[in-house]
């Protein structure tokens, strides 16, 4: 690897004191994604600033009842095991159950795989179809920025070079809800999505009275299924209405051909993996 | 750039080495402190050669800076058992005759660990989902299963 610095601050101040000062600064968590980039040569930062000693980044625990606040330093593995995250909001679960292997979940965090922005980012999915929220400090204070609305393009953000991703606020699903993400991959272990897709729902007398569906590696960035989520409100979860879902969600996905799969192929994964995923989120809504 | 103190626990004991900020724990581990069980196959994550424990769990220690191990607890192959007092998992991967060049053996054998330690009984579908990030390309993966099976099952 070039050379850098290392900083190792000990609260969000001081990194962003640190973030404030000039020259190429990278901010690294678990390094999963940084580490590679850098010993490629792809990213020469002059510094990196280390965020294992600032807690607050670190933080996982229920948000006075309003659901819970997700540290940007959480790692995957964490999502996967932790009881409360495996109840509540089970695609995130499964999200991070996906990435890498158990060696790379045990560094690679959420803030880390939202921060990379690579359109096939597993996490980021179900963070958009939960509503989350990320919470992001900078030099004038801190501002919250809906998911749906972090991603600007390919490896492109809200973030300002001075800021810093604390956390994810996501918001309890209520009673009656249920989620799920999937993904293909032509292997089962340590691939990226071809496609990916998080669904969640929420009933109250039978009645989809919400419904969110978000897709991975489709376009440049996550992308709802806005016309599908329409098509479900206010109506009796039928498997032929999810049928049509599938197939409304179709219309959101801008895919390109690459080495993992033609624009047909990708459509087709949309609608079988929409199904699929509003099937499983239906069951868990009414369990 | 001047080196910083690296103070951690190393296979039970306490150690300060001075490191460069911008050398993987895996480099810290091999070149400073002579612990060349760890191996850099890949170095991107993908093989887990290099596996270490870091507080218990197993991480890829080529994708850590070795600073971002300070205060915590590390343990590498060489600490998993001892010459004349072998880990369950080593034992039984002597007898079965598991490996062949030997190259992936400590990584697998520290992600096996982590899974016979979190999973009381594991099936083979535990097993093969625990060391699913470690590639081997000579000894196969069926004599592998074989004995962190019976390593399990001998607790």
Known sequence: MRRFDLATPHDVDDCLKLLAERGETKLVAGGTDLLPQMKNGLIRPARVIDLSGVPEVHVLAPDDGRGFRVGAAVTARQLERDPRIQSAYRSLAESGALVGSIQVRNLATVGGNICNAAPSADMAPPLVALDAEAVIAGPRGRRRVPMAAFFTGVRRTVLAPEELLLEFSVPAPGPHSGSCYLRHTPRRELDIAVVGVASQVTLANSVCTKARICLAAVAPTPVRATAAEQALEGQRLTPELIEQAATLAIEAAKPISDQRGSVEFRRHLVRVLTRRTLTTALARASA | ?155
């Open chain 2, 1 to 155: 750039m001047a080196k910083q103190i690296l103070s951690f626990t190393v296979n039970d004991e306490p150690v300060d080495v001075l490191v460069q900020p911008y050398v993987t724990l895996l480099d810290a581990l091999r070149e400073d402190l002579e612990l060349t069980g760890p191996k850099e196959g890949c170095g991107t994550g993908d093989c887990g050669a290099c596996t270490v424990h870091l507080d218990g769990k197993p991480v890829a220690s080529c994708l850590m800076l070795a600073m971002q191990a300070r205060g915590h607890a590390v343990r590498t192959i060489e600490g998993l058992g001892a010459i004349g007092a072998l880990h369950p998992l080593q034992d039984a991967f002597v007898r079965l005759g598991v490996p062949q060049c030997g190259f992936c053996i400590p990584g697998v054998l520290m992600a096996a660990a982590a899974v016979i330690a979190e999973t009381k009984h594991p099936t083979e579908e535990d097993i093969r989902y625990g060391i699913a990030g470690n590639l081997c390309r000579c000894t196969g993966y069926t004599k592998m299963v074989a004995a962190i099976s019976e390593a399990a099952a001998q607790r």
